[in-house]
């Protein structure tokens, strides 16, 4: 079983299809999301990927108290550190360093098991081997959770470090 992603063929001219199929051709870890295939024809775009019957994380977020929907700590554990694995793959395990820019519960995809898998590289930036500056010409990812030196350079210059720590804040 698959799932495709059918993108809106009013995305800046294919810009963020583009993007994620480059990114997703370069990445094999067991918590990322694998890109099956992809179909681009006229103004049509799709993206095919595993399908994950159990959903994102967003459908499994549920107060302690809430016994019936609640996975257990043990379980939540186990999805932070895979998802942990993967965003350390992402940044350290590639040829070139990749910065998702859009952590967040609905970008992380469980498999049967509740084996968390990283998706949704629109938004994802290539980086160059040395990862102490990253190139930055607008702001991505989720508004409201940026590292400062995005919004100013009295802060200093945008790091991989620096935005690091900030995705970590997201989960």
Do not use: W
């Given at each position: 079983m698959v799932a495709v992603k059918v993108l809106d063929n009013t995305e800046k001219e294919g810009n963020d299809f583009i993007n994620e199929v480059?990114?997703?051709?370069?990445?094999?870890?067991?918590?990322?999301?694998?890109?099956?295939?992809?179909?681009?024809?006229?103004?049509?775009?799709a993206?095919?990927?595993?399908?994950?019957?159990?959903?994102?994380?967003?459908s499994f977020i549920f107060p302690p108290d809430d016994k019936e929907h609640f996975l257990g700590w043990e379980k939540l554990q186990h999805i932070a550190l895979g998802t942990a694995k993967g965003i350390e793959y992402l940044h350290q395990g590639c040829t070139h360093p990749i910065i998702h820019f859009?952590?967040?519960?609905?970008?992380?995809?469980?498999?049967?098991n509740f084996n968390p898998k990283i998706s949704d590289f629109g938004l994802a930036k290539l980086?160059?081997?040395?990862?102490?500056?990253?190139?930055?010409?607008?702001c991505r990812g989720n508004f409201g959770i940026h590292c400062a030196e995005v919004f100013s350079r009295n802060f200093g210059?945008?790091?991989?470090?620096?935005?690091?720590?900030?995705?970590?804040?997201c989960c």
């Open positions: 480059r990114i997703m051709g370069k990445i094999h870890h067991i918590n990322v999301v694998r890109l099956l295939g992809f179909c681009a024809e006229g103004t049509y775009r993206l095919v990927y595993n399908f994950f019957p159990n959903g994102s994380l967003q859009d952590i967040n519960p609905h970008n992380v995809l469980l498999d049967d980086c160059s081997k040395n990862p102490s500056l990253v190139s930055m010409t607008c210059n945008v790091s991989y470090k620096s935005i690091f720590i900030v995705m970590e804040c």
